[in-house]
C-alpha cells in the first residue's frame, strides 16, 4: 500500500439539492459535475431517445422483415461480459418482439479468435441462419462479413468499438461511434456514407454505450418499428445494467440512468435467474447490490468463461429461467474464476519480475514511457487484466502479449492505457508508420487488443514506446489519487456511508466518492495473514472501525496518521455499522 499523491477537488458550490438528499450525497454530486436538474432528469423517460445512433433505421428494417417473414436469425456475441449480457439482451429482447426463429453463438477465443471471424461463419451448421446479428463485436470484420455473404447469410453489425478507415459490407450498422447520412438497406455500405465521429463536428450523445446497451437501443428502435409499445423491455435492464459497469464505459448521465434502473429491478429481485444465481454464489444480498457488486463480483466471473474456457457457460446462465439450472451454471463460473484468479496472480508476478529484471539491466529510470511484456506460457485470455493491473501499478501505457495457442509464432496481445493516451489511436499511429507489424487492432482509449507474429515482437515494442513519448510528457507520467477532501466530524456516521453506497451509480468517469483526514491510531491487529484491522479516531470525534486489505506490509504503524478511505458499511447479522475501507496509509 504504496503512499501516492493525494490531490483534492476543487470545492464546488452544492445548493439547491432536494431537501431529503443527504448533504454528504449532494456535496459530492456537485464536485462530479453534476446539478439538481441533472439530477431530476434521472428516469427512463429522460434517457437520450435512439435517433442520435446511426444505422438504427435500416437494422430496424431488416430485423422487422426477418420477424414478418419467420426469418432464422443466429446473435453472435464477443467473448467477454459485455458480449456475453448483450447477447442475452438480444436473445430475449427479440423474443419479446416475436422473433421465433433465434440461435447464438460466441466464438471461441482459441480457435476461432475474436467477433465475427471467417472461422466462426465456416463453423456456422446446416441449416444456416438468413441473418446474422453481431453484439458488441464487427465493426472490424470485413472478412467475416464477407464469409457470411458467400454464403448467402446477411449480416446486421451492433458494436460500439470505434471504426477504422472502412466498413465492413454489411447490410446495415449500428454503432454509436459513426455518424451518418441513411444509407439504403439493399445494398452493402461503404467506407463513404458511414464516418467516424471524430471526423464530425458533433458528437454523438449515445457515445458512450456499451455492447448491450448498443443493443437495448436497437431493440427500443425495433420496438417503435413493430408498434409494439406493450412489451416490456425494462426486463432485460438488468443485463444492460451488468453490461455496462463491466465493461467500463464511461457513466456518462444516459448510462447511470440505465444502470441505476438495472440495480433497481436486481434489489427488487425482478433480474434473471442467473445473477441472482451469481450474487448468491459470491453470498451478497440482491437487495444491497451496487455497481461495485456488478464490476467487481459478476462480472469477473462471466468474463472468466471466455477467458478460460466457454463463454457460452456465461450466456446460457444470463439466459436461464431455471433457478436450478441457473445455480448450478453460476457454480461452474465462479469455479472457473477461481482458477482465473490463480492464474492471474503467477502471471502478474512474472510480469512485475521482468519489469523489475528490465530496471536492474538498465537503470531505474529507463523504464519505457510504453511498457510491452511478453512470456511465451503466458494464457491469451488473461493477458488484459495482467497489463490492467500492470498499467496501475506502472502508470503507464501496458502491452501484454501471450501466444495465440501453445506454441504459435501469432501472438494475442491486450492494452491497457493511463489518461491521456488514446490505445487505439496510438496502435493506428503504429500500423500507419509501420504497414503489417499488427496484424489486427481494435478498442478504446483506454483498452485495446491486438494480434501480430513473435518475431515483430521486439519491433512492436520499439514503435508503441516511440509513440508513448511523442505522446506523453511528463505530467501524465506522475502517479496520483483524486480526493473529495476532509470528512467533517459529524460526517462519520452509518447513514452517510448508506447514502454513499446507494447514490451515483458510480463507476469509470463518476468515480465512486474517497476522502483524506488525518486520525491517530487507537488501535491495530491483523486479520487472515495480510490485512489490518484499525481503530481509527479523527481530531475532535468518535473512534471508527477500519479495514486495510493487503496492508500488513505498512506495520509498524506512526501513531498518527493520514488515510484516503472510503465510506463503508460493515453488514453484520442484517445490521449495518460505519467501517472506513482503507486505501491509503502514510504518516501524518
Given at each position: 500500500?504504496?503512499?501516492?499523491?493525494?490531490?483534492?477537488?476543487?470545492?464546488?458550490?452544492?445548493?439547491?439539492?432536494?431537501a431529503?438528499?443527504?448533504?454528504?450525497?449532494?456535496r459530492?454530486?456537485?464536485?462530479?459535475?453534476?446539478?439538481?436538474?441533472?439530477?431530476?432528469?434521472?428516469?427512463?423517460?429522460?434517457?437520450?431517445?435512439?435517433?442520435p445512433?446511426?444505422g438504427?433505421?435500416?437494422?430496424?428494417?431488416?430485423?422487422?422483415?426477418?420477424?414478418?417473414?419467420?426469418?432464422?436469425?443466429?446473435?453472435?456475441?464477443?467473448?467477454?461480459?459485455?458480449?456475453?449480457?448483450?447477447?442475452?439482451?438480444?436473445?430475449?429482447?427479440?423474443?419479446?418482439?416475436?422473433?421465433?426463429?433465434?440461435?447464438?453463438?460466441?466464438?471461441?477465443?482459441?480457435?476461432?479468435?475474436y467477433?465475427?471471424?471467417?472461422?466462426?461463419?465456416?463453423s456456422?451448421?446446416?441449416?444456416?441462419?438468413?441473418?446474422?446479428?453481431?453484439?458488441?463485436?464487427?465493426?472490424?470484420?470485413?472478412?467475416?462479413?464477407?464469409?457470411?455473404?458467400?454464403?448467402?447469410?446477411?449480416?446486421?453489425?451492433?458494436?460500439?468499438?470505434?471504426?477504422?478507415?472502412?466498413?465492413?459490407?454489411?447490410?446495415?450498422?449500428?454503432?454509436?461511434?459513426?455518424?451518418?447520412?441513411?444509407?439504403?438497406?439493399?445494398?452493402?455500405?461503404?467506407?463513404?456514407?458511414?464516418?467516424?465521429?471524430a471526423?464530425?463536428?458533433?458528437?454523438?450523445?449515445?457515445?458512450?454505450?456499451?455492447?448491450?446497451g448498443?443493443?437495448?437501443?436497437?431493440?427500443?428502435?425495433?420496438?417503435?418499428?413493430?408498434?409494439?409499445?406493450?412489451?416490456?423491455?425494462?426486463?432485460?435492464?438488468?443485463?444492460?445494467?451488468?453490461?455496462?459497469?463491466?465493461d467500463?464505459?464511461?457513466?456518462?448521465?444516459?448510462?447511470?440512468?440505465?444502470?441505476?434502473?438495472?440495480?433497481?429491478r436486481?434489489?427488487a429481485?425482478?433480474?434473471?435467474?442467473?445473477?441472482?444465481?451469481?450474487?448468491?454464489?459470491?453470498?451478497?444480498?440482491?437487495?444491497?447490490?451496487?455497481?461495485?457488486?456488478?464490476?467487481?463480483?459478476?462480472?469477473?466471473?462471466?468474463?472468466?468463461?471466455?477467458r478460460l474456457?466457454?463463454?457460452?457457460?456465461g450466456?446460457?446462465?444470463?439466459?436461464?429461467?431455471?433457478?436450478?439450472?441457473?445455480a448450478?451454471?453460476?457454480?461452474?463460473?465462479?469455479?472457473?474464476?477461481?482458477?482465473?484468479?490463480?492464474?492471474?496472480?503467477?502471471?502478474?508476478?512474472?510480469?512485475?519480475a521482468?519489469?523489475?529484471?528490465?530496471?536492474?539491466?538498465?537503470?531505474?529510470?529507463?523504464?519505457?514511457?510504453?511498457?510491452?511484456?511478453?512470456?511465451a506460457?503466458?494464457?491469451?485470455?488473461?493477458?488484459?487484466?495482467?497489463?490492467?493491473?500492470?498499467?496501475?501499478?506502472?502508470?503507464?501505457p501496458?502491452?501484454?502479449?501471450?501466444?495465440?495457442?501453445?506454441?504459435?509464432?501469432?501472438?494475442r496481445?491486450?492494452?491497457?492505457?493511463?489518461?491521456?493516451?488514446?490505445?487505439?489511436?496510438?496502435?493506428?499511429?503504429?500500423?500507419?508508420?509501420?504497414?503489417?507489424?499488427?496484424?489486427?487492432?481494435?478498442?478504446h482509449?483506454?483498452?485495446?487488443?491486438?494480434?501480430?507474429?513473435?518475431?515483430?515482437?521486439?519491433?512492436?515494442?520499439?514503435?508503441?514506446?516511440?509513440?508513448?513519448?511523442?505522446?506523453?510528457?511528463p505530467?501524465?507520467l506522475?502517479?496520483?489519487?483524486?480526493?473529495?477532501?476532509?470528512?467533517?466530524?459529524?460526517?462519520?456516521?452509518?447513514?452517510?456511508?448508506?447514502?454513499?453506497?446507494?447514490?451515483?451509480?458510480?463507476?469509470?468517469?463518476?468515480?465512486?466518492?474517497?476522502?483524506?483526514?488525518?486520525?491517530?491510531?487507537?488501535?491495530?491487529?491483523?486479520?487472515?495473514?495480510?490485512?489490518?484491522?484499525l481503530?481509527l479516531?479523527?481530531?475532535?470525534?468518535?473512534?471508527?472501525?477500519?479495514?486495510?486489505?493487503?496492508a500488513?506490509?505498512?506495520?509498524?504503524?506512526?501513531?498518527?496518521?493520514?488515510?484516503?478511505?472510503?465510506?463503508?458499511?460493515?453488514?453484520?447479522?442484517?445490521?449495518e455499522?460505519?467501517q472506513?475501507?482503507?486505501?491509503q496509509?502514510?504518516?501524518?
Open positions: 500500500m504504496n503512499a501516492i499523491e493525494i490531490r483534492r477537488r476543487a470545492p464546488v458550490e452544492s445548493a439547491g439539492w432536494p431529503d438528499l443527504h448533504p454528504l450525497l449532494a459530492i454530486y456537485a464536485l462530479r459535475g453534476l446539478d439538481p436538474a441533472a439530477l431530476a432528469r434521472s428516469r427512463l423517460a429522460d434517457l437520450v431517445p435512439p435517433e445512433m446511426a438504427l433505421a435500416q437494422a430496424c428494417e431488416v430485423l422487422a422483415d426477418a420477424i414478418a417473414r419467420d426469418l432464422a436469425i443466429c446473435v453472435v456475441g464477443d467473448f467477454d461480459a459485455d458480449g456475453a449480457t448483450g447477447t442475452a439482451v438480444a436473445v430475449r429482447g427479440l423474443r419479446l418482439l416475436g422473433a421465433r426463429r433465434l440461435s447464438w453463438r460466441v466464438p471461441h477465443r482459441a480457435r476461432e479468435g467477433g465475427l471471424s471467417p472461422a466462426l461463419v465456416d456456422l451448421q446446416e441449416p444456416l441462419p438468413d441473418l446474422i446479428l453481431t453484439v458488441d463485436n464487427g465493426i472490424a470484420a470485413h472478412a467475416g462479413v464477407a464469409a457470411a455473404a458467400a454464403r448467402g447469410m446477411r449480416v446486421i453489425v451492433t458494436d460500439h468499438h470505434l471504426p477504422g478507415a472502412t466498413l465492413p459490407a454489411a447490410a446495415a450498422i449500428v454503432n454509436p461511434n459513426l455518424a451518418a447520412p441513411a444509407p439504403r438497406v439493399d445494398e452493402p455500405i461503404g467506407h463513404d456514407e458511414l464516418t467516424p465521429l471526423a464530425t463536428s458533433q458528437a454523438n450523445p449515445l457515445r458512450q454505450l456499451c455492447g448491450a448498443v443493443m437495448f437501443y436497437l431493440l427500443l428502435a425495433l420496438r417503435a418499428r413493430l408498434q409494439r409499445r406493450e412489451v416490456d423491455l425494462a426486463s432485460v435492464l438488468d443485463l444492460v445494467a451488468l453490461g455496462t459497469v463491466a467500463l464505459v464511461a457513466l456518462d448521465h444516459n448510462n447511470r440512468i440505465l444502470v441505476a434502473a438495472g440495480l433497481r436486481i434489489r429481485r425482478r433480474c434473471c435467474a442467473g445473477i441472482l444465481a451469481l450474487l448468491d454464489c459470491a453470498g451478497r444480498d440482491p437487495a444491497r447490490t451496487t455497481a461495485a457488486d456488478l464490476g467487481y463480483v459478476l462480472g469477473p466471473r462471466i468474463n472468466a468463461a471466455g474456457e466457454d463463454m457460452g457457460i450466456i446460457e446462465c444470463l439466459l436461464s429461467d431455471d433457478a436450478v439450472q441457473a448450478d451454471l453460476a457454480a461452474r463460473l465462479s469455479a472457473i474464476n477461481t482458477q482465473r484468479q490463480e492464474l492471474q496472480a503467477d502471471m502478474v508476478e512474472q510480469g512485475e521482468l519489469v523489475a529484471s528490465y530496471l536492474t539491466r538498465h537503470g531505474a529510470d529507463a523504464l519505457p514511457h510504453g511498457v510491452v511484456l511478453h512470456e506460457d503466458w494464457h491469451p485470455g488473461v493477458v488484459g487484466l495482467v497489463a490492467s493491473r500492470l498499467k496501475e501499478r506502472l502508470h503507464r501496458v502491452v501484454a502479449c501471450a501466444p495465440a495457442a501453445p506454441g504459435s509464432s501469432e501472438l496481445a491486450s492494452a491497457r492505457s493511463i489518461a491521456g493516451f488514446h490505445l487505439r489511436d496510438a496502435l493506428a499511429e503504429v500500423d500507419a508508420r509501420c504497414p503489417g507489424l499488427i496484424a489486427r487492432f481494435g478498442g482509449a483506454m483498452a485495446a487488443g491486438l494480434t501480430l507474429e513473435y518475431r515483430d515482437l521486439a519491433r512492436f515494442a520499439a514503435e508503441f514506446d516511440a509513440v508513448a513519448r511523442r505522446h506523453l510528457d505530467q501524465a506522475e502517479r496520483f489519487v483524486w480526493s473529495d477532501g476532509e470528512l467533517a466530524v459529524d460526517e462519520f456516521t452509518a447513514a452517510a456511508a448508506h447514502a454513499l453506497r446507494y447514490g451515483g451509480p458510480w463507476g469509470q468517469g463518476f468515480a465512486e466518492p474517497q476522502f483524506d483526514n488525518e486520525f491517530t491510531v487507537e488501535s491495530v491487529r491483523v486479520v487472515g495473514d495480510r490485512h489490518l484491522k481503530r479516531r479523527p481530531p475532535g470525534g468518535e473512534a471508527v472501525d477500519a479495514i486495510a486489505f493487503g500488513r506490509d505498512c506495520l509498524p504503524l506512526a501513531p498518527r496518521l493520514r488515510a484516503l478511505f472510503q465510506l463503508d458499511l460493515n453488514d453484520w447479522n442484517g445490521r455499522s460505519l472506513l475501507l482503507i486505501r496509509l502514510a504518516p501524518a
